[in-house]
């Protein structure tokens, strides 16, 4: 079955304390991995698409890499308006068509 | 002004009730998109269309139904509200390229419905 999680669920960092977000893929037909932004009560907003293993982007303080079976979104010393809930999601082709998965979510809390 | 307008922002009706959720975008995608999002479930679709004679089901399709207007509108009904389509739903573009879809989604606002 085609998967998509990501974790932690929820992560609490101070300002100024990098980290990182996982998301970890088992799909077949993979063509693009693609990471939003969520603020509460508003759409998910895109930041990055990553195509093939060992592809890289940055914006700001965020890098997202990506492998054969997970992606990473670096935080790299956060300021509180980071705060969000970052999705990953997955485009693959299935049945002759194009199907997106979502995992849950990561909601991130920067504290000043 | 935004790419992809949702309207209403926010509705609450009682059981029975029709519910029409309207979606327009100014992007030129020909592709849309609506979706619900549960918390702890993420984003879940319900519909989508391809062109304006495209219409295909989605996951979650049961007790919904859509009417694609015009490439710039795309609409979502709920022809009996039941209170567990209690969600927030969200319209989404995205374009085709050569026939491919490789490109990423753009969301509306969303519209918070409550069926009581």
């Known amino acids: 079955e085609d998967q998509v999680t990501q974790s932690p669920e929820a992560l609490r960092l101070q300002e100024g304390e990098s980290s990182s977000l996982n998301c970890s893929y088992t799909?077949?037909?993979?063509?693009?991995l693609f990471w939003y932004r969520q603020d509460p009560g508003k759409g998910p907003e895109f930041l990055f698409t990553?195509?093939?293993a060992g592809e890289e982007k940055e914006k700001e303080r965020l890098k997202a890499t990506l492998t054969k079976k997970e992606s990473f979104l670096h935080i790299t010393a956060p300021k509180p308006e980071d705060s969000a809930t970052y999705l990953c999601a997955v485009l693959i082709t299935t049945s002759g068509t194009y199907k997106y998965i979502f995992g849950t979510g990561t909601r991130l809390k920067v504290l000043a | 002004d935004a790419d992809v307008t949702q309207t209403p922002r926010n509705r609450i009706t009682k059981t029975g009730k029709r519910i029409m959720l309207e979606c327009s975008q100014t992007?030129?995608?020909?592709?849309m998109y609506w979706y619900r999002q549960d918390p702890g479930l993420g984003l879940r679709l319900i519909y989508y269309?391809?062109?304006?004679?495209?219409?295909n089901k989605g996951e979650i399709s049961d007790g919904y139904s859509v009417s694609r207007q015009a490439q710039a509108k795309f609409s979502l009904s709920l022809e009996s509200a039941i209170p567990n389509q209690t969600a927030l739903y969200f319209c989404a573009t995205s374009e085709s390229r050569g026939g491919s879809n490789t490109g990423e989604l753009f969301f509306g606002e969303g519209s918070r419905l409550t069926v009581l």
């Open positions: 992007k030129g995608h020909d592709r």
């Open positions: 990553l195509y093939s």
């Open positions: 799909v077949s037909g993979l063509r693009g």
């Open positions: 269309s391809f062109d304006v004679k495209d219409i």
